[in-house]
C-alpha cells in the first residue's frame, strides 16, 4: 500500500528535491502543489495522510491553508508539516494554533526531510527507536 504525500510550495526546486528524495521510495506517492489553493484542492481529492506545507506561497499562503483543512471534517486528519525559512517563535505559535503537526526549516536536509515523513506516519516506532 502507498501512502500520499503531498508537497506544496511556490519553489519549484523544493518540490523537486521532495520528490527526488520520497518518489524513489515505493512506499509512497508523492503529489505536489505549487500554490496553497492547489494544495486545498489536492488535500480535498487525494486525503494524503502528509502535507508538507510552505507559508509564504500564492493565492493562499500556508495559514489559510491550514485553516481550510483542520475546519473540514474531511482534511482534519492529515498530518501538517510546515516547511519554512520564517524561524521566529510568533510564526511557529501561530502555525500551532492552527494545527500545524511540527516544523522543518529551510534549508533542510533530504534525510531529515525522509525521517520526519517517518515520525508523521508511524509517531510511535520513532519515539521507540529513540529511547533505544
Not at 35 to 51: F, K, N, Y
Given at each position: 500500500?502507498?501512502?500520499?504525500?503531498?508537497?506544496?510550495?511556490?519553489e519549484?526546486?523544493?518540490?523537486?528535491?521532495?520528490?527526488?528524495?520520497?518518489?524513489s521510495?515505493?512506499?509512497?506517492?508523492?503529489?505536489?502543489?505549487a500554490?496553497?489553493?492547489?494544495?486545498?484542492?489536492?488535500?480535498?481529492?487525494?486525503?494524503?495522510?502528509?502535507?508538507f506545507?510552505d507559508?509564504?506561497?500564492?493565492?493562499?499562503?500556508?495559514?489559510?491553508?491550514?485553516?481550510?483543512?483542520?475546519?473540514?471534517?474531511?482534511?482534519?486528519?492529515?498530518?501538517?508539516?510546515?516547511?519554512?525559512?520564517?524561524?521566529?517563535?510568533?510564526?511557529?505559535?501561530?502555525?500551532?494554533?492552527?494545527?500545524?503537526?511540527?516544523?522543518?526549516t529551510?534549508?533542510?536536509?533530504?534525510?531529515?526531510?525522509a525521517?520526519?515523513?517517518?515520525?508523521?506516519l508511524?509517531?510511535?516506532?520513532?519515539?521507540?527507536?529513540?529511547?533505544?
Open positions: 500500500m502507498t501512502r500520499k504525500v503531498l508537497i506544496a510550495d511556490d519549484e526546486r523544493i518540490r523537486s528535491l521532495v520528490v527526488a528524495t520520497l518518489g521510495d515505493e512506499r509512497y506517492e508523492v503529489l505536489t502543489a500554490d496553497g489553493a492547489a494544495a486545498v484542492s489536492i488535500c480535498q481529492a487525494e486525503r494524503p495522510e502528509v502535507l506545507l507559508l509564504l506561497m500564492p493565492k493562499m499562503d500556508g495559514y489559510a491553508v491550514c485553516r481550510e483543512l483542520k475546519g473540514s471534517p474531511a482534511t482534519r486528519d492529515i498530518k501538517i508539516v510546515m516547511l519554512t525559512a520564517m524561524v521566529q517563535e510568533s510564526d511557529r505559535r501561530t502555525a500551532m494554533k492552527l494545527g500545524v503537526d511540527d516544523f522543518v529551510k534549508p533542510f536536509s533530504p534525510l531529515a526531510l525521517a520526519k515523513l517517518e515520525e508523521m508511524d509517531p510511535g516506532r520513532m519515539s521507540v527507536a529513540r529511547a533505544a
